[in-house]
């Protein structure tokens, strides 16, 4: 019985660390990959994770880019606090969809202006591995990319070509894993059936941090100089902003779309990009720390900025418009949530500058790690030769989060 009842927890522990993994299907196959090539470091990882941050940088700046080089800039820079703050470079799932669905709104948008078959082409395949990294992004990328097909009238045929070329991960997955265990662990388990701990309160406590991480950097926080609100009230009104800005930035490209016809070019890209990050709000009222509210609110805050610039369209000159919207929304961020962009953008900038040291360092051969805890630290560098005394040749030692 005691046999019986071990094997059936064993059981259960396998499937939840599957339904973990299946709602990361392409993301797992193309790190995968990625290791085979250049070794499976922590170094390599975090490269990976920097190009994914590139790409959604870039895709802001080429989104914003209609409204002149000053505010794709004053775009991009926002982008980079809030994607490259709030976890550093782990190359995570979300942040290899974000890119990937971003410049398939920029090439669907930019099929509106050439009237290029290629570019609807791209732009569903590109959609296509999006899903395949993050099947949640469908409602984003749907808004998206229908409210483009709704201006082309014309042309689905090639976005659904390159859809069905971008989904072949998924269709390799889905042989693999087989339908059920596939919509159990890509819909029900992270939707429906949330495993305890996925959901938070909303809006967030007033009075405390209700993230497990969040509460972990608040008992020993970074410096931070300037006058702020507490760390609790800061991610009560970001959320509040988070949802605000996601329906405003649509809401003023539609408006500018009817009252200025001389823009619609412009007015559609900041329509197209704003019904995306409309699209991902879901994942910020899922489960609202700082993390996930930053994950969802690069694509809005970053588009803030030409937002401002099209509601000041006939007052200063372009520059200074440019100038004062990138000003205006980085003092938003100061105000509202400065503990979680700006404090750990000059802390991650002061260890780099030599004037913090490194966290603690764990190594074995070529492998690499650092913890902010010493007594972790210590553990592991006693417990790596135990490990290698125990082990025999053919042995492995998967390293998870618990």
């Not at 097909?149 to 045929?157: E, N, T, V």
């Not at 609100?229 to 329906?247: D, K, N, R």
Request: aromatic share 10%; glycine share 10%; with cysteine.
């Amino acid at each position: 019985e005691m046999a019986r009842q071990g094997l059936a927890r064993h059981i259960s522990s396998v499937r939840a660390l599957l339904s973990d993994l299946l709602d990361r299907t392409a993301s797992l196959d193309v790190l995968a990959l990625w290791y085979r090539v250049v070794g499976d470091t922590l170094e390599s990882q975090r490269t990976f994770g920097l190009l994914q941050h590139l790409g959604i940088i870039f895709a802001i700046y080429a989104l914003a880019r209609a409204w002149g080089h000053v505010t794709a800039v004053g775009a991009a820079l926002v982008a980079a606090m809030l994607i490259l703050t709030p976890i550093g470079l782990s190359a995570l799932a979300w942040h290899g969809a974000l890119a990937l669905g971003l410049w398939a709104v920029v090439f669907a948008i930019r099929s509106l202006a050439t009237g290029a078959p290629s570019d609807l082409w791209w732009a569903g395949g590109l959609i296509g591995l999006a899903l395949g990294y993050r099947p949640d992004l469908v409602v984003g990328l749907g808004l998206a990319i229908g409210f483009v097909l709704w201006r082309r009238r014309s042309g689905w045929q090639f976005l659904a070509l390159g859809a069905a070329i971008g989904l072949l991960p998924m269709w390799y997955h889905l042989a693999r894993v087989g339908p059920v265990a596939a919509i159990e662990g890509m819909v029900l388990d992270p939707i429906v059936e949330l495993r305890p701990g996925r959901e938070l309160p909303r809006p967030p406590s007033w009075g405390e941090a209700d993230g497990a991480l969040q509460a972990v950097a608040e008992g020993v926080p970074p410096w931070w100089g300037l006058p702020a609100i507490g760390h609790s009230q800061q991610l009560f009104f970001w959320f509040f902003a988070v949802i605000i800005v996601a329906i405003a930035v649509p809401a003023v490209g539609i408006w500018a779309l009817r009252r200025y016809p001389d823009a619609a070019p412009a007015a559609v890209v900041l329509t197209g990009g704003g019904l995306f990050g409309l699209g991902i709000l879901p994942q910020a009222l899922q489960r609202p720390d700082s993390t996930h509210l930053a994950w969802v609110a690069v694509v809005s805050w970053s588009l803030l900025v030409p937002t401002v610039v099209v509601l000041a369209r006939h007052r200063f000159t372009p520059t200074r418009r440019a100038l004062g919207a990138t000003l205006a929304v980085g003092l938003l961020m100061l105000v509202i949530c400065p503990f979680y962009t700006y404090r750990h953008y000059v802390l991650h900038t002061r260890v780099s500058a030599g004037e913090l040291p490194l966290p603690f360092l764990v190594e074995r051969d070529d492998h690499r790690f650092w913890f902010g805890d010493f007594f972790v630290a210590n553990a592991l560098n006693e417990m790596i030769p135990e490990l290698e005394a125990r082990s025999e040749p053919g042995d492995r030692l998967i390293v998870g989060p618990a």
